[in-house]
């Protein structure tokens, strides 16, 4: 569907030291009053890797996600991304909060496009108006953007006159735009019509093929046995197994996430 950018200032992959991995997640736990949402949440990402959270709703996946975007504040444990690390149980000030966020990109489950905007002038919001970006080459790294999800020919369009489908793809160009080191993906096609999901999932593919680090949360299992490199299986705010697409997936070690599993695969049995 698309072809890797050539433009160096927006590479598609960041490369860390075999020995350090991109991301790092240590003790990772977050209560919402008396509900313990995570337990020490621990896993490693890999420059150039996808890694998949699965696991039934409630489990604790969008709060990991909302964790290393900082869009949620920890009350404890390490989350470091690149070289911008924050230890949650000595509190983080502002700056630390959004130097972290700036690592990532993240991509919703609903569009969240501005409705007063065009695909092109979402795209470009975030580097003019966040980064403090030229405005002229934000707009020529849009279009590029555009054209790399498929949507070069609806770069004057609003959302209205786009389906689901395609104002995801406008959202997965907007987080790209920012020039991120990891992405995140929170059930990306969990809002969209069962016809609307390839589309969504092939430009998925296509980045994880080009070597952006992605962390998804997603039901698609057919798409973490295709696309992921590590599994995260969770359950009760902590994972209970983890390892590779094959192992995690077809021959899980726990009951627990073979019930899951059968439930998602099998729904009618």
């Known amino acids: 569907m698309t072809e890797p950018m ?27 009053g008396m509900h313990e949402v995570l337990r020490s949440i621990d896993f490693d990402v890999d420059a150039g890797t996808v890694t998949v959270l699965i696991g039934p709703s409630g489990s604790g996946k969008t709060t990991v996600l909302r964790s290393l975007n900082t869009l949620e504040t920890p009350d404890a444990g ?35 496009l501005f409705p007063h905007m065009t695909a092109l002038e979402n795209v470009t919001a975030g580097p003019v108006l966040v980064q403090g970006r030229p405005r002229e080459s934000a707009e020529s790294e849009a279009r590029e953007l555009l054209e790399l999800v498929g949507l070069a020919e609806k770069s004057d369009a609003y959302p209205y006159q786009l389906s689901g489908g395609q104002q995801q793809r406008v959202g997965i160009a907007r987080a790209l735009a920012v020039r991120p080191k ?31 680090t992605m962390v998804v949360v997603t039901h698609e299992i057919r798409f973490a046995q295709q696309v992921a490199d590590q ?31 059968h439930r998602i695969l099998d729904p009618l049995d």
Do not use: C, Y
């Open 6 to 32: 050539d433009d160096a200032s927006h590479p598609p992959a960041v490369t860390e030291t075999p020995s350090r991995p991109l991301v790092s997640v240590s003790g990772l736990a977050k209560s919402f």
């Open 78 to 112: 390490t989350v470091r991304i690149g070289d911008v690390e924050i230890d949650f149980a000595g509190g983080a000030t502002k700056r630390q909060l959004a130097a972290l966020r700036g690592q990532s990109g993240m991509v919703f489950q609903a569009h969240n």
């Open 182 to 212: 990891l992405m995140l993906f929170d059930e990306p096609t969990s809002a969209l019509d069962p016809e609307l999901v390839g589309e969504v999932l092939l430009v998925m593919k296509d980045l994880a093929a080009q070597g952006w």
């Open 231 to 261: 599994v995260l299986f969770m359950d009760g705010g902590i994972i209970v197994e983890r390892g590779a697409p094959g192992e995690v997936l077809t021959r899980p070690r726990t009951e627990r996430a073979r019930q899951f599993l």
